[in-house]
């Protein structure tokens, strides 16, 4: 074996080993994780007493906001476990009753889909509790119009996004196919 051989060996296998500077990051995103379940508890915990004084609105505006929360968290551990699995090392866990059907089978493509599939379920859910929020007293209405439109248009660029990407992917398997 030559000397740019070895070079070269160890050099790739650096490079592949260097996919473990990753793990910190997903340890960080498990902190992420609860950090939302606190703030979702907190949540929880503000309105589950006043459930007898709140109105039908509001109480849609809390329950938007907890699912918000839920879909925020559930995309973080879609991201978490298949970005862990894709890109540093699989996941040897017993493959029980508990180990979600999806684990081991989202690749980078259908992370890109969930991840935008969530963002635009994430950004209708803020629009619509902006909606309910209209015309609440103290509010400035041409600022209001003018938040409300961005919020529309933020919305639509993250549905044509999400349709463009799906595009891409189905054009791109039409042509692996071929």
Do not use: C
């Not at 740019?4 to 050099?11: A, M």
């Not at 006043?50 to 879609?78: P, R, S």
């Not at 103290?138 to 600022?143: L, Q, S, T, Y």
């Not at 993250?158 to 463009?164: D, E, H, M, Q, W």
Request: aromatic residues 10%.
């Amino acid at each position: 074996m030559s000397n740019r051989n070895k070079v070269e060996i160890t050099f790739e296998k650096t490079l592949f080993a260097s996919r473990w500077l990753m793990a910190p990051m997903y340890l960080g995103l498990s902190v992420a994780l609860a950090m939302l379940t606190v703030i979702f508890v907190r949540e929880l915990a503000n309105y589950a007493p006043q459930i007898m004084t709140l109105t039908a609105e509001k109480t849609i505006l809390v329950v938007l906001t907890l699912i918000d929360l839920t879909l925020a968290a559930n995309l973080l551990l879609i991201v978490l476990f298949s970005g862990y699995e894709n890109f540093v090392s699989k996941l040897e866990l017993d493959a029980g009753v508990d180990r979600p059907d999806w684990m081991g089978t989202v690749d980078f493509s259908a992370l890109k889909m969930k991840l935008i599939a969530s963002i635009v379920a994430i950004s209708a859910i803020d629009l619509l509790k902006r909606f309910f929020e209209i015309g609440e007293a103290g509010k400035d209405p041409v600022a209001e119009e003018r938040e409300l439109y961005w919020l529309v248009v933020v919305h639509l660029t993250f549905v044509a996004s999400g349709v463009l990407m799906a595009l891409m992917d189905w054009l791109s398997s039409k042509s692996v196919k071929h």
